[in-house]
């Protein structure tokens, strides 16, 4: 063989081997919650109140982008989680479990996760005064003020269907933040919430299994709050 036919066979073989980009996002993260499904909603920086949401599913031992949508965030930007206050319009970053769904309308076919119909009785309190702060009420308690809770149904549009994001949830801490969803896109950013198109929470309802352990990660693309930090 000649020595120049070698060298173009060594060259196009180190071509084959070398990686064709960095690796998926999920990969480089230092957290994903232990399941095999995993939502990413991530941001350019903290002032933004657009980003990209896309839901992933790990196969054979690697992370494969399952579908991708533009997404929304808090008309203030996004906040570090374990330092966001109530009534900031920032979305909280960090990495958060998948409750429950809910919605207004019924749950899409092949919904797998448990779905929670909301009814003319059903709020949100978000009362920091009340033993019921960052629940789902129904009916509204007498110490929880309709004033500082939602109305669920009141908000046909977004709450058409929705997940719960356990961001102060287990634990609530009172003036942290309650009532932070994955829901359909309204008129503008959100008050703190990601929302996406109609659409697309439809197909990510239809995705989400809860034998696979779904978490949703909120971050940037670097920074103190970037995504891989999570």
């Not at 197909?203 to 809860?210: N, V, Y």
Request: net charge positive; charged share 20%; glycine share 12%.
């Amino acid at each position: 063989m000649r020595l120049g036919a070698a060298a173009f066979l060594v060259s196009a073989s180190l071509l084959t081997l070398a990686p064709s980009g960095p690796p998926p996002l999920p990969e480089r993260m230092a957290d994903t919650g232990g399941g095999t499904q995993l939502i990413t909603a991530q941001a350019s920086r903290t002032s933004s109140t657009t980003g990209t949401l896309t839901w992933w599913d790990r196969r054979d031992g690697r992370w494969v982008k399952t579908g991708s949508s533009a997404a929304r965030f808090g008309a203030k930007g996004l906040v570090e989680g374990g330092s966001r206050r109530q009534g900031t319009n920032t979305t909280p970053t960090g990495l958060y479990d998948l409750p429950y769904a809910f919605g207004i309308k019924a749950a899409p076919g092949g919904t797998k996760a448990p779905y929670r119909r909301v009814r003319q009785n059903s709020w949100w309190c978000q009362d920091n005064d009340s033993r019921s702060y960052n629940r789902w009420t129904e009916p509204r308690p007498a110490d929880c003020r309709a004033a500082e809770s939602e109305h669920l149904i009141s908000y046909g549009t977004q709450y058409a269907y929705a997940l719960v994001i356990s961001f102060n949830y287990e634990r609530p801490v009172p003036g942290r933040g309650a009532g932070i969803f994955l829901h359909v896109n309204g008129r503008g950013a959100t008050a703190g919430c990601v929302s996406v198109p109609r659409d697309a929470m439809r197909r990510i309802l239809d995705w989400a299994d809860p034998a696979r352990r779904p978490h949703i990660a909120i971050g940037t693309e670097s920074g103190p709050t970037s995504i891989v930090r999570y």
